[in-house]
C-alpha cells in the first residue's frame, strides 16, 4: 500500500511536466510511459472508489504533495485524459511524441476496461453542439456557459466537503474511542481535544477559502461573480440537481448521504458566502454587476447576503441628495456614490417582490432610517422616506413566491 | 520487397472537388440555406470522408514502407500529392459545426489529421501543417487558440481538476435544458398564447438539431420539439429534422417515447410511409418461423400502438392495400397485415387513457353492423356461439355483396379487403365446419368469398358448388379411423389439378383443416401434404396456412395434444422445402 501511495504523489508531478517545456525532450517511449502512468492512476481509481478508507488516504497523500491542493481523487480517475489534452495543448512537445500521443489518443489500442473509446470523439461532438445550440436564451437566468462552470466549481467544493466531514468524522470517532479508554481523566484532557478539532477545521476552513480565493482569481472578475452568483443559484435549486457525470458522488443514494450532502451544500454555500462578503470591495463589485431581480432571488435565500446587500445599499444610498432645482435625488459625491436614484429605487423594489419575509426586512429597515432622518413623510426630505413611498406603491400586489 | 508493386493499387474515384466545393459554399453554415443544404448531405459526407480516410491511410502506409528507398517521403506528403487541397478541405469542415456534431464525422476527420501529421518534419512547410494540425485538434477538443473566451475558462476548469470533456457534458444538458423550458412554456394551451417564441426561432432550433440527434443528451429536447405545438397551422418543424429523426427512429439509433413517435408520424406523412414500408420490409426478411416473431416485429415496430389515431391507422392501412395489390395478394402480404389488424385491436382495446374514437373513424365507408361484428375478438364468445356469428357475418357479407348497389370493383374490393384484415373468423369459419354441427351453406359461402370474391363469370358461384361437394366428402370420411389416400383422392386431384386457383386454395384450406382435426386424417396427414407438394407449387401456401393455424392454437389453448404435435411436425417438414 506505501508504494501505492508513493506512486499517487507523483501525479500533480506528472499533470506539472505535462503543462511545462519540459516535455521538449520527450520521445515516444517517454510518452508511451506517460499514457501507461495515467492509465494505471485511472486503473487505481477504479479499484479504490468504493472502498471509503483506502479512498481517503490517498487523497490525503495527494493533497500533501501539492502546494496548493487542487486535485483530489477524483482526478486519478480521468487522469488520460487530463494529460493527453494538457499535452495536446503543450506546443513544446516533439514531433514524434505528439504523433504516438494523436494515435492513442484517437484510436485507442484496444479499449481496456475503464477507458471510454468514445471519449474524445464525443467531446467533439459535444463542442460542436454546444456551438449549435447557443441560440439567444430567452429564458431568464444565468448563461448555461455560467451554470456549466458553477456546477464543477460546486462538485468540487463538495469533494472538499466530503474529504472533510470523512476526516473529521474519522478524528471524532478516533477521538471518541481515546476518550472511551480513558474514561477517567481529566475534563481538562476532553476540552483540549476537542479544541484542536476545533482549530483543525478552523484551520482547514481557512485552507478552502485559500484555494476559492485561488481558484476564481483565475477567471476575469466578472465572470467569477457570475459562476459564483450561478452557484449559490444552483445550490437552492434542490439536491440531485447537480451530479458529476462520473458518480463521484459515492454513498449519496443513502438516506444519511442525503442528508449529509444537504448539510455539506450549506457548508459549501457558506465557503462561497465567505469569499463573497469577506473583501468589502469585491462584496460591492459583486452586487453592480449582477441585476438587481438576481440578487434579490439570492438575497432570498441567504440570510447572510440579505443583511450585507442592505447594508451595502443604503450605504449607497447615504450618497444621495436631493436637487430642489432638478427635483430629484442626484449623487452628491461622484466617485463614492456607485448608483443613481433610479438604480437604486429598482433594486429595493426587486427585493419587495421577492418575497414577504424580504419585503418586510426591507420596508423595516428603511423605516427605522426614515424615523433616524426625522420620519417625515414629505417628498424630498429624506431619500429613505422617497424610497419607502415607490416600493410601497410598486409593491401593492407582489406576489409573495 | 519492390514497392513499386505496392503503388499499383487503384485509389478509388474520390469526388474531391465537388466536397471541396460543397465546403467553400456553406462556410461556416451561418445562413439558413447553408444550413439546409449541409443537413441534406452529412450522410454521404461521412461516407466520403471515410473513404478519404482510408485512402490517405492506404498511402501513408505504403510510404512508410517505402522509407528504403532514398529519396523516402514522409507518409502525409505523399497524401497531399494525391490532394493537394486537402487542407482546405478538413479546415473548412472543421470549422462547421453541423458536420463536426453528426453522428461520427469528427471521428473520422480527427483521424485524417492524425494521418496527415508527420513525426518527422522535414522542412518548414511541414512544420507549418503539424502546427496548423495541432491547432485544429485544439480547436476541436479543448481551448481553441481563435476563440478567446474559451482559454479563460479552461483554465479554471483544469485549476479544479477537471477537463473539457466534464465542462461541455454539462453545458450541452445545461442548454438542453434551458431549451426545452422554453418550448414547453410556450405551448398552445388553448387560452392565448404569448407569442414568445417565433415560428422562424422553432424551426431554426429544429435545424440545429438535425446533425445531434443520436446524441443521448439530446432526447428530451427531440421529444420536446416532436410535441411542440405553438399556434399556427402550418408545420413549424423543418422536414430535414422530421426526416432524420424518423430515419434514426427506424435504425434503432435512438429511442422515443411513444407519443413522441405518434407526434411525428401525425404531422409528417413521408416519416408514416417510411415506417410503414420499412416494417415490410423487415418482415420480409425474416425467415417465417411462426406468426408470433412476425407479430413481435410488428409490435416493435409502434405502428399497430399508433394505429390508434384514425388517420394513422388509415393511411397505414392504404398502403398495405397497394402493397397486397402490387404482390399480386401474395401470402406473407397478407399475414402481415392479418397480424397487424389483430394487433391494432388489442391496442385500441386496451386504450383507456383518452377517449376512444368510434369505430366509424377507422372503417368510414363501410357498413357498421359488418364492422362490428369482425372486431369482435373470438375469446369474447364462448365458443358455443362461434358458428351462429359466423353465420351472422355470412349472411351480412352475402346481402351486402349481392346487393346491386355494389357493382365497381373497387367496392368489391373494399369488402374483401376488409373481411380479410381479420382472418380470424375464417380460420374459425373453416374449422366449425368440420368440428362442429353447423350449417354448412352460410359458412361455405364465407370461405368462397374470401378465396373468390368476383363472380363475373360466375366464379364464385362455381367455387360454392364445388366446395359443397368436397365439403360433403370429407364429412362423409371425418368419422373413419382408417383413411389411406387413395379415399382422398377426389378432394387431393382437386388440389393437384390443374383448375381454377380459388378451388385449389379453398379444397386446400378445407384439407388441411380435416387432416388435423379427424382421427383419421392424423395418420396420413404427413402423406397427403407431401403428395400435394410434391407435385404443385403450394409449399408456401401451405405452410402459410398452418402457420396461422398454429398460432391460433398456441393462443387458444387447444386441449387436443396430437393435434399440436402433428402440427408442429408438418411444419418442421414444410420448413425445409419453403
Known amino acids: ?401 | 520487397m519492390d514497392c513499386g508493386m505496392a503503388q499499383d493499387t487503384t485509389v478509388p474515384k474520390l469526388n474531391f472537388e465537388y466536397w471541396l466545393d460543397k465546403a467553400v459554399e456553406w462556410g461556416q453554415a451561418t445562413t439558413l440555406e447553408s444550413q439546409k443544404d449541409v443537413c441534406l448531405h452529412l450522410p454521404q459526407l461521412q461516407e466520403f470522408l471515410h473513404q478519404l480516410y482510408e485512402t490517405i491511410k492506404h498511402l501513408v502506409l505504403l510510404d512508410q514502407r517505402g522509407k528504403l528507398e532514398k529519396q523516402s517521403q514522409q507518409g502525409p506528403t505523399a497524401a497531399i500529392q494525391q490532394f493537394p487541397l486537402i487542407g482546405q478541405l478538413l479546415g473548412r469542415l472543421c470549422w462547421n459545426p453541423f458536420v463536426i456534431g453528426y453522428d461520427e464525422s469528427q471521428k473520422t476527420l480527427m483521424w485524417c489529421l492524425c494521418c496527415l501529421y508527420s513525426s518527422e518534419p522535414q522542412n518548414a512547410v511541414e512544420l507549418k501543417a503539424n502546427s496548423w494540425i495541432r491547432s485544429l485538434l485544439c480547436h476541436l477538443l479543448s481551448s481553441s487558440k481563435w476563440e478567446s473566451n474559451e482559454a479563460e475558462t479552461s483554465t479554471f476548469i483544469s485549476a479544479l481538476g477537471y477537463t473539457s470533456a466534464d465542462y461541455y457534458c454539462h453545458l450541452v444538458k445545461n442548454m438542453v435544458v434551458s431549451l426545452v423550458t422554453e418550448l414547453r412554456e410556450n405551448q398552445f394551451n388553448g387560452l392565448s398564447i404569448q407569442e414568445n417564441i417565433s415560428a422562424s426561432r422553432v424551426n431554426a432550433i429544429s435545424i440545429f438539431c438535425v446533425p445531434l440527434i443520436t446524441l443521448p443528451d439530446l432526447t428530451p429536447l427531440l421529444e420536446t420539439l416532436l410535441l411542440y405545438h405553438g399556434g399556427s397551422s402550418k408545420e413549424v418543424l423543418s422536414s430535414e429534422f422530421l426526416e432524420a429523426v424518423n430515419e434514426a427512429f427506424l435504425k434503432k439509433k435512438i429511442s422515443l417515447p411513444e407519443s413522441a413517435v405518434f407526434s411525428l408520424w401525425l404531422r409528417h406523412l413521408p416519416s408514416l410511409e417510411k415506417a410503414t414500408l420499412h416494417l415490410l420490409d423487415q418482415v420480409f426478411s425474416i425467415q417465417l418461423n411462426s406468426l408470433e416473431e412476425v407479430a413481435c416485429v410488428i409490435k416493435d415496430s409502434l405502428l399497430p400502438q399508433a394505429a390508434s389515431h384514425p388517420a394513422i391507422f388509415r393511411i397505414v392501412n392504404e398502403i398495405f392495400k397497394n402493397a397486397l395489390m402490387e404482390t399480386d395478394g401474395t401470402s406473407e402480404v397478407m399475414t402481415i397485415i392479418k397480424v397487424f389488424t389483430q394487433l391494432f385491436l388489442l391496442a385500441y382495446q386496451n386504450e383507456n387513457k383518452q377517449p376512444k374514437f368510434p369505430l366509424k373513424a377507422y372503417f368510414p365507408y363501410h357498413h357498421q353492423p359488418l364492422v362490428r361484428s369482425l372486431v369482435r375478438r373470438p375469446f369474447e364468445l364462448s365458443t358455443a356461439y362461434w358458428s351462429q356469428h359466423v353465420k351472422h357475418i355470412s349472411d351480412m357479407l352475402k346481402a351486402l355483396v349481392e346487393d346491386t348497389n355494389v357493382s365497381s370493383l373497387t367496392d368489391l374490393f373494399e369488402i374483401w379487403f376488409l373481411v380479410a384484415c381479420f382472418g380470424e373468423w375464417l380460420d374459425i369459419a373453416a374449422e366449425q365446419l368440420l368440428k362442429a354441427a353447423v350449417e354448412p351453406d352460410p359458412v361455405l359461402w364465407l370461405l368462397a368469398f374470401y378465396y373468390c370474391p368476383k363472380n363475373e363469370n360466375q366464379q364464385r358461384t362455381q367455387t360454392m358448388v364445388e366446395a359443397q361437394a368436397v365439403y360433403n366428402h370429407l364429412m362423409m370420411l371425418f368419422s373413419c379411423a382408417d383413411l389411406s389416400l387413395k379415399d382422398l383422392e377426389a378432394a387431393v386431384r382437386r388440389v393437384t389439378g390443374i383448375e381454377q386457383c380459388c378451388n385449389q386454395r379453398l379444397t386446400m384450406h378445407l384439407l388441411t383443416n380435416f387432416l388435423l382435426f379427424s382421427s383419421g386424417g392424423h395418420k396420413i396427414a404427413q402423406e397427403c401434404i407431401y403428395h400435394i407438394t410434391e407435385i404443385t407449387d403450394t409449399s408456401k401456401e401451405v405452410y402459410n396456412l398452418l402457420i396461422h393455424t398454429a398460432y391460433r392454437l398456441n393462443h387458444s389453448g387447444e386441449e387436443n395434444q396430437r393435434t399440436v404435435k402433428l402440427m408442429n411436425e408438418l411444419l418442421q417438414k414444410l420448413k425445409l422445402k419453403v
Open chain 1, 1 to 401: 500500500m506505501e508504494a501505492v501511495l508513493g506512486q499517487v504523489e507523483q501525479l500533480p508531478a506528472l499533470l506539472a511536466v505535462s503543462r511545462s517545456a519540459l516535455v521538449r525532450d520527450w520521445d515516444s517511449l517517454t510518452l508511451d510511459r506517460a499514457l501507461e502512468w495515467a492509465r494505471y492512476f485511472q486503473h487505481l481509481h477504479e479499484r479504490f472508489r468504493a472502498r471509503p478508507q483506502l479512498r481517503e488516504a490517498l487523497s490525503r497523500r495527494l493533497r500533501r504533495s501539492q502546494p496548493c491542493p487542487l486535485l483530489g481523487f477524483p482526478a486519478l480517475g480521468r487522469c488520460p485524459q487530463l494529460l493527453g489534452l494538457a499535452l495536446l495543448e503543450n506546443r513544446a512537445l516533439p514531433p514524434a511524441a505528439c504523433r504516438r500521443l494523436l494515435r492513442s489518443l484517437l484510436q485507442p489500442p484496444g479499449a481496456g476496461p475503464g477507458s471510454d473509446p468514445r471519449g474524445l470523439p464525443l467531446l467533439a461532438r459535444r463542442k460542436a453542439a454546444a456551438r449549435l445550440l447557443a441560440v439567444p436564451r430567452r429564458v431568464p437566468g444565468p448563461e448555461p456557459q455560467l451554470q456549466a462552470e458553477a456546477r464543477l466549481l460546486l462538485s468540487r467544493l463538495r469533494q472538499e466537503e466530503q474529504q472533510d466531514g470523512e476526516a473529521a468524522g474519522q478524528l471524532r470517532w478516533r477521538s471518541g474511542v481515546q476518550e472511551e479508554q480513558r474514561a477517567g481523566e481529566a475534563a481538562g484532557q476532553q476540552r483540549r481535544l476537542s479544541g484542536v478539532q476545533e482549530e483543525q477545521r478552523a484551520g482547514e476552513a481557512a485552507g478552502q477559502l485559500r484555494w476559492l480565493s485561488g481558484a476564481l482569481e483565475l477567471l476575469p472578475q466578472p465572470r467569477a461573480f457570475g459562476v459564483v452568483a450561478a452557484a449559490l443559484a444552483l445550490l437552492k435549486q434542490g439536491p440531485g440537481a447537480e451530479q458529476v457525470g462520473d458518480g463521484d458522488r459515492d454513498g449519496s443514494s443513502s438516506p444519511e448521504g442525503y442528508q449529509e450532502s444537504a448539510a455539506g451544500d450549506g457548508c459549501t454555500a457558506g465557503l462561497l458566502l465567505s469569499w463573497l462578503l469577506g473583501n468589502q470591495e469585491r462584496f460591492s463589485a459583486f452586487c453592480l454587476g449582477l441585476p438587481g431581480s438576481h440578487l434579490a432571488f439570492l438575497a432570498g435565500h441567504y440570510p447572510q447576503l440579505s443583511r450585507s446587500y442592505l447594508d451595502l445599499l443604503t450605504g449607497w444610498g447615504r450618497h444621495l441628495h436631493y436637487d430642489p432645482l432638478q427635483g430629484r435625488w442626484v449623487k452628491s459625491c461622484l466617485d463614492k456614490a456607485e448608483l443613481s436614484w433610479e438604480e437604486l429605487r429598482e433594486r429595493f423594489i426587486c427585493l419587495c417582490q421577492r418575497s414577504r419575509l424580504l419585503k418586510e426586512q426591507t420596508q423595516a429597515a428603511l423605516e427605522l432610517l426614515r424615523t433616524q432622518d426625522g420620519d417625515f413623510k414629505v417628498r424630498g426630505l429624506s431619500v429613505w422616506g422617497d424610497l419607502l413611498m415607490e416600493v410601497g406603491y410598486k409593491c401593492v400586489n407582489t406576489k409573495a413566491t
